[in-house]
Nanobody, 123 residues
Framework: QVRLVESGGGLVQAGGSLRLSCAAS????????MGWFRQAPGKEREFVAA????????YYADSAKGRFTISRDNAKNTVYLQMNSLKPEDSAVYYC????????????????WGQGTQVTVSS
């Protein structure tokens, strides 16, 4: 069992930055692929980024490439999402998720989810 708690969301102006954190409980955090997803009102949950257990591989949605960076610190059981050059269309609830398999952009492949943190980008 893995419990995930996101933090770091908030209100930021367009062009600004935020760093989201996701703290995980459990001693097996380092064996999980970790991902970030987001969901805006009236839209489906969409993939943002994922990182392998060793940090050797990272994956990004096209909308995140060049602006967002996913990273993890297995010693701290934490995964991060650095978001730069934020746009109003990035506004959403951001969720972190843990996957015992391979990195995936598909939400149903993730086994554990946090409760989310709200990111609002004003124009």
């Amino acid at each position: 069992q893995v419990r995930l708690v996101e933090s770091g969301g908030g209100l930021v102006q367009a062009g600004g930055s935020l760093r989201l954190s996701c703290a995980a409980s459990g001693r097996t955090f380092s064996s999980y692929v970790m991902g970030w997803f987001r969901q805006a009102p009236g839209k489906e949950r969409e993939f943002v980024a994922a990182i392998s257990w060793s940090s050797s591989n990272t994956y990004y949605a096209d909308s995140a490439k060049g602006r967002f960076t996913i990273s993890r610190d297995n010693a701290k059981n934490t995964v991060y999402l650095q978001m730069n050059s934020l746009k109003p269309e990035d506004s959403a609830v951001y969720y972190c998720a843990a996957n015992r398999g391979v990195a995936s952009a598909v939400a149903v492949n993730y086994d554990y989810w946090g409760q989310g943190t709200q990111v609002t980008v004003s124009s």
